[in-house]
Every structure is written in C-alpha cells, then in structure tokens.
C-alpha cells in the first residue's frame, strides 16, 4: 500500500508543470486512503524539501527535473549554541531550561515555511512543551492559549496583577482581529 506522500508524489507526476490547488491533490489522496491523516501538510513538506513549488496560498505545481532549496535547513550548531547562550539556555515563555533538567529547542521566531531564516536574529529557545505548542497551534494562537493558561494560574495564586496582564493582552489580540 502506497503512502500518503507517494500518492500525492502520483498525482503531481501525471499533471507535470501544472498549477493545481492542493484541495485536487487531497481529494486524489482520499480516494486511496479516506481516513489518511493530514495530507495538507504533506504537500506542504514537499514544498519545503524544494519537491514542488507554491504557485500562491494553496496552490502548487511540479516542474519534471526541479530541485528548489530546501526551506527547512536547520540552525547550525553554532547559530544554536548562540541562541541557547543569549537566552540563558532557557525557555523565554517559562523560563525552565538546562538549569533545572528541561529539554530546549532553537525555535525559528518566523517560521521556515514563511520565509524565517536560520539566523540568530530570527532565533529564540523554548522548551519542548512551548516548542510544540508553538508548532502546533501556530503563534498567535499558542499565545492565546499561554495566556489563557497565565490567567488560570493566576486565579488559583490569587495574583490579580498577573491575571489583569493576560487579559489585557487577549483584549489586544482581539482589538487586532487576532483572536
């Protein structure tokens, strides 16, 4: 049986050098494999590996022979030792790190898949929890949560200071249309 990638690698290959929106190439995937699990990011990886190239939002095409940059080229050790030193080898959401036995992460602050560069400038250290909070609900939604989170710790600590912050900043979040 054929992966998610091999099938969307399948449909690419018979439409060469055509501009097709990925819900055509999902559709195609779910013929196969009709619970398969996100096909979206998928074709969003293969985009990133320089496998396809992004037309515009959602839409891709595969030109035979096109080998783009890969998008998602790690820190080098260095840039990453860099960032770890500059934020004192701790999480800058919570503040847990080596110090107190925390695995940490070289976070790009503008992801990869936007265009973020592996430069120091662009580079921030979370641990592994806000590390994958950040990738999994994206930045302005992992800081809604955070602070939704802040605001609970703060009414089990009785901190009213604490808690009126992170309101304030959900109010500016929803000012912008951000939440």
Not at 22 to 41: L, N
Not at 155 to 160: A, L, R
């Amino acid at each position: 049986m054929k992966t998610v990638t091999e099938y969307i690698i399948e449909y690419f290959e018979a439409h060469p050098s055509q501009e097709i929106e990925h819900d055509k190439v999902v559709d195609y995937v779910f013929k196969f494999i009709p619970k398969a699990r996100d096909p979206w990011r998928a074709i969003r990886k293969l985009y990133q590996e320089g496998w396809l190239i992004q037309v515009r939002k959602g839409v891709y095409k595969r030109i035979p022979g096109y080998k783009g940059h890969n998008v998602l080229a790690p820190f080098s050790q260095e840039i990453k030792e860099a960032i770890f030193k500059r934020d004192n080898y701790r999480c800058i959401v919570c503040g847990n790190g080596l110090h107190n036995d925390y695995e940490i992460c070289a976070d790009h602050i503008k992801p990869q898949a936007k265009d973020g560069q592996s430069t120091l400038e662009n580079g921030q250290t979370l641990c592994s929890e806000h590390n994958l909070m950040k990738k999994r609900y994206g930045t302005t939604n992992f800081l809604k949560k955070y602070c939704e989170t802040m605001i609970e710790r703060a009414k089990q600590h009785n901190d009213i200071k604490t808690e009126s912050l992170f309101k304030d900043i959900l109010e500016v979040l929803k000012k912008h249309n951000l939440s």
